[in-house]
């Protein structure tokens, strides 16, 4: 007969700690940086410094940087620390699946608050059915499709220096920040679409649109821990299915090889019983603690933040200066609506 023991481990609030912690690095960053822009735009010489963190919201630069490197073994200088940042992510699927989605990213911390709002709302989550919920999945993974093959297949290496040197490149991060700092109206009423989607429908942005959330849906196909079920210690309770966010059917699986899968271990916490879910390494018994999946998160980007900065990939290569006077005449050239 089986026994049930009470599963202990609180992958959970685990998770949320460090989700915590990256949103708070980022709100950080955020903070620096709009004090670096509005120093450039007010004074003479800029008095606050550029955060490079910043140029981790700049995958398209990055997955430009990452061909250059490929093809020249150069990291280009106008975004270092942004190319720097995409391998670690890139580094982190390959190790623990898409787990940068539900353990570090602040959209998918977002999305997972927005949907708690969608089910103290109407007591529950809706889903697609299942050919349309098949087909909108497809449009990441078309997007990123998209933005691969212009990179690599219709850009040579001299267009692609050409860009990665050009002033729109070097003030992607201020044109971002300048894009939320001051909406158009057409912004507002996407980012309403998606908020309202995103509460009606759990992880809307990540699940079916994030051009991020394909490539680390992609590298991790390659990761060798995925979560396994141990059968005969299973009740078949159908518990770890039912808080799934990916929708996956856990219970009736012995091995999670969904791309879908974003190692939240919310299936894990969800378990009555102790050790029937975990994360596995392929081809072994070995099991990965939460605490061992956080502390390797938290430690992949430190040493990206250690190895960028002894090895000078971390600052642009853009002085501050430079910035200054871009940001001014971008200011000038295109002046925010009020
Ligand atoms: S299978 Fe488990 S770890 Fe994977 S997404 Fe579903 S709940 Fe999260
Ligand atoms: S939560 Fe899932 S794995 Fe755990 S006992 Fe229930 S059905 Fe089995």
């Known amino acids: ?110 999305s997972e608050k927005l949907a708690d709002v969608g089910r103290k709302i109407f007591r529950r989550n809706f889903s697609l059915p299942k050919w349309p919920d098949r087909l909108l999945r497809s449009i990441k993974y078309l997007l990123l499709g998209f933005f691969a093959y212009v990179i690599s297949c219709r850009m040579s290496l001299a267009d692609l220096e050409a860009f990665l040197e050009s002033p729109f490149n070097q003030m992607a991060d201020v044109r971002l920040l300048q894009f939320f700092l001051h909406p158009s109206p057409t912004t507002i009423v996407v980012l309403t679409i998606l908020v309202i989607l995103s509460i009606l429908v759990r992880n809307f942005w990540c699940r079916y649109l994030c051009p ?10 390659l990761s060798p821990t995925h979560i396994k079920r141990d059968i005969p210690s299973c009740i078949d309770c159908g518990k770890c299915a039912k808080v799934c966010p990916a929708s996956l059917p856990v219970d009736r699986l012995i091995t999670v090889y969904s791309d879908e899968c974003s190692l939240c271990l919310e299936c894990v916490e969800a378990c009555p019983v102790s050790n029937t879910l975990g994360v596995s390494v392929a081809f072994t018994k070995r099991r990965v603690w939460p605490t061992m999946v956080a502390w390797s998160i938290v430690g992949i980007f430190v040493i ?15 002085t501050p200066q430079q910035m200054a006077q871009q940001i001014k005449e971008l200011q000038l050239a295109d002046p925010p609506q009020p």
Do not use: D
């Not at 010489?45 to 490197?69: C, D, H, K, N, T």
């Open 1 to 110: 007969m089986k026994t049930l023991v009470k599963n202990e481990t609180k992958p959970h609030r685990l998770r949320r700690t460090v989700q915590l912690i990256f949103l708070g690095i980022c709100l950080f960053i955020g903070w620096r940086f709009i004090e670096f822009y509005h120093s450039c735009l007010n004074s003479a010489q800029p008095i606050a410094a550029r955060p490079p963190g910043v140029e981790a919201f700049l995958p398209i630069s990055a997955l430009m940087s990452a061909r250059y490197w490929l093809q020249t073994g150069i990291v280009h200088a106008v975004h270092p620390a942004g190319l720097l940042i995409f391998a670690a992510i890139l580094a982190l699927s390959f190790l623990f699946k898409k787990s940068f989605c539900s353990w570090v990213c602040p959209f998918g911390l977002l």
């Open 212 to 221: 991020y959330g394909a490539l680390t849906s992609l590298a991790g196909l």
């Open 304 to 318: 990206t933040l250690v190895y960028g900065k002894c090895s000078g990939h971390w600052k642009s290569s853009v």
